[in-house]
Nanobody
């Protein structure tokens, strides 16, 4: 089992920045991938960024150059630094981890609201 606790959401003006954090606990040694998703009202949940245990990273096209995903293995924490925020970035952001032992399984965080508005 893996437990995830997210923090860092809030209200920010367009052009501003926020940093989201997601701390994992429990069976963290088998985490293969840590990801951020978001879901805006009336839209499907979409992957924003992902980082693997080998530090392979990918981003959704709309956030490339503005968002940066990183992880601190010692703290079992993944971060999402969000710069140059736009109103269309407004959504609930979810952390997700994929573990590979004893079986392939995914875990979700509780979500944190990010609102970009003047």
């Amino acid at each position: 089992q893996v437990q995830l606790v997210e923090s860092g959401g809030g209200l920010v003006q367009p052009g501003g920045s926020l940093r989201l954090s997601c701390a994992a606990s429990g069976s963290t040694s088998s985490i293969a991938s840590m990801r951020w998703y978001r879901q805006a009202p009336g839209k499907q949940r979409e992957q924003v960024a992902a980082i693997t245990d080998r530090d392979s990273i990918n981003y959704e096209d709309l956030v490339k150059g503005r968002f940066t995903i990183s992880r601190d293995n010692a703290k079992n924490t993944v971060y999402l630094q969000m710069n140059s925020l736009k109103p269309e970035d407004t959504a609930v952001y979810y952390c997700y981890v994929l573990v590979v032992r004893p079986a392939l399984k995914g875990y979700w965080g509780q979500g944190t609201q990010v609102t970009v508005s003047s």
